[in-house]
């Protein structure tokens, strides 16, 4: 299929891990040997689920393209996940192996042996050889995803190989990815930033992966001063984390840094908003605009702010080559007109194909043949921005539509605010009373009054939060995503 492994450029470097230097040529022949391996004289996985609990590495590329060529489907496991969650994602997969290293075996050994399912390490499955592979249709089941089940369990999002070459050339046009790209990936890869936006895009283009099991910034920050990479992509809470990291540094090294991430061709932040504050302080720092987008794990990318163009902070941008988006009111009706918010709905040859084992699911994922994101978005003056989940993040308080989102963004401003999450509660005079809940620096302390007056000025009179409560640390599910429906009670 077209997202395997380069071949035009088999010299090239394809992956860095440590020391090592691995070429397309190389991870290859890697790669046809997991593939026989898992095999084992049989013609087809014929879809057989296979999962993996592995770090970025060579290891990791080998596994997922192994199975890949065999046939399978391939699941993805969250290294830092619990017991329950791989259990879980095991269970309603019908997974029938597992694959890990010597390094993770003993924390999913004993739940592989209380379900039965046999479990090896990478080198068991590679053998000498070559085997007859498959031929895989683009509408072969290709790899099932779980989502950040923020309100229920993680559902299996099944992605065909034509989703995923669809997801990979849809980035490569839009991105402009070349074959002398260099880039560092130290996100998840349990999902699909990491396994779509940076390896498969990269491996596609015939361009170089840095893989970090563990993110490290120093030593990160030591490649970027060195002008390693051509690329970086990562999520907003990595920037602020960079920006901290940065400030502490003398005036040196800082700038060799800096200069480092100015010198690549892009920056991309995405999987959560960026708040425009930081947007504005990378830019001051680097002189890099971040490209910021839009997708989920069923979508792939749907919108982008131009390669070439103007980004605009706190804005996703435009729908990406063959994407097709539409906005819906509460009414059903297509939004026609900018300014007025809507569902985001996609049609695209990127979009998923099913929740595996799950038909009422995914029949109520779609309307009419689009799908549904159950994320509401505005256009204003040609620029998609999104103002949250239909669900947890759109507030109707005294007649106004409100986006928790936006008023995050701000509340993020505040000195002594490390962590915000905004929702609306219950109220008899508003309908929904906009809440906060903060996470504060060392030694800070907050009222709502105090919070009130800040946001004076800075914020709409009706979209200042009225109630507060201060905690030590938000509440995050497997993805990291802040689990809102957790919060409400606090007001209670």
């Not at 890949?68 to 879980?88: F, K, M």
């Not at 890990?100 to 068991?124: F, K, M, N, W």
Request: aromatic content about 8%; some cysteine; hydrophobic content about 45%.
């Amino acid at each position: 299929m077209p997202h395997a492994l380069n071949r035009e450029l088999p010299d090239n470097i394809a992956l860095i891990e440590g020391d090592a230097r691995v070429t397309y040529a190389e991870l290859d022949r890697r790669v046809l040997r997991m593939a026989a391996g898992l095999l084992a004289g049989e013609a087809d996985l014929q879809e057989a689920r296979v999962a993996f609990l592995i770090p970025a590495s060579v290891d990791y590329v080998t596994v997922l393209h192994g199975i890949w060529r065999a046939g399978g489907i391939a699941i993805p496991l969250n290294v830092a996940a619990t017991e329950p969650e791989w259990e879980h994602c095991l269970t309603s997969a019908g997974v029938t192996r597992v694959i890990t290293t010597s390094d993770h075996r003993d924390s999913i050994q004993g739940l592989c042996d209380r379900l039965a399912i046999p479990l090896g390490e990478v080198g068991e499955f590679e053998v000498d050889g070559s085997a007859r592979l498959p031929n895989l249709t683009p509408e072969r089941r290709a790899m099932i995803v779980f989502t950040s089940g923020t309100t229920s369990k993680p559902k299996g999002a099944v992605t065909t190989h034509g989703n995923i070459a669809a997801q990979i050339t849809t980035l490569i046009d839009a991105w402009a990815w070349q074959s002398d790209d260099v880039i560092p990936l130290f996100l998840p890869l349990h999902h699909v930033h990491g396994i779509i936006n940076v390896l498969s895009c990269a491996l596609w283009a015939g361009a170089t992966v840095h893989v970090w099991p563990k993110l490290n910034l120093e030593a990160l920050c030591a490649r970027v001063a060195a002008d390693a990479y051509s690329l970086f992509m990562a999520v907003p809470t990595i920037y602020v984390k960079l920006i901290d990291y940065l400030q502490t540094l003398d005036d040196q090294q800082l700038d060799v840094i800096c200069e480092g991430f100015a010198n690549m061709r892009l920056n991309v932040s995405g999987s959560a908003a960026c708040p425009t504050e930081v947007f504005e302080e990378w830019r001051q720092l680097t002189g890099q605009a971040l490209l910021e987008r839009y997708g989920m794990t069923e979508i792939g990318m749907a919108l982008s702010n131009p390669y070439r163009g103007e980004r605009r902070p706190g804005y996703v941008g435009q729908p990406l080559p063959d994407v097709l988006v539409q906005l819906v009111d509460d009414a059903g009706d297509v939004v026609t007109e900018e300014g007025i918010p809507g569902e985001i709905r996609i049609q695209s040859p990127t979009v998923f194909l099913e929740y595996w084992d799950n038909p009422q699911a995914t029949a109520a994922s779609f309307e009419a043949g689009w799908f549904c994101t159950g994320d509401i978005g505005v256009v204003e003056d040609g620029y998609f921005r999104i103002m949250g989940r239909s669900s947890v993040d759109i507030i109707k308080s005294g007649g106004y539509k409100l986006s928790a989102l936006e008023i995050e963004n701000k509340l993020l401003a505040h000195p002594d605010i490390v962590e915000v999450a905004v929702v609306g509660v219950a109220d008899r005079t508003w309908g929904e009373a906009v809440a906060a809940v903060v996470s504060l620096a060392a030694g800070a302390e907050m009222t709502v009054d105090s919070l009130k007056a800040w946001c004076e000025g800075k914020l709409s009179g009706y979209k200042i939060p009225k109630k507060l409560v201060v905690t030590e640390s938000l509440p995050r599910n497997a993805m990291g995503k802040v689990t809102k429906p957790a919060l409400k009670p606090l007001f209670e």
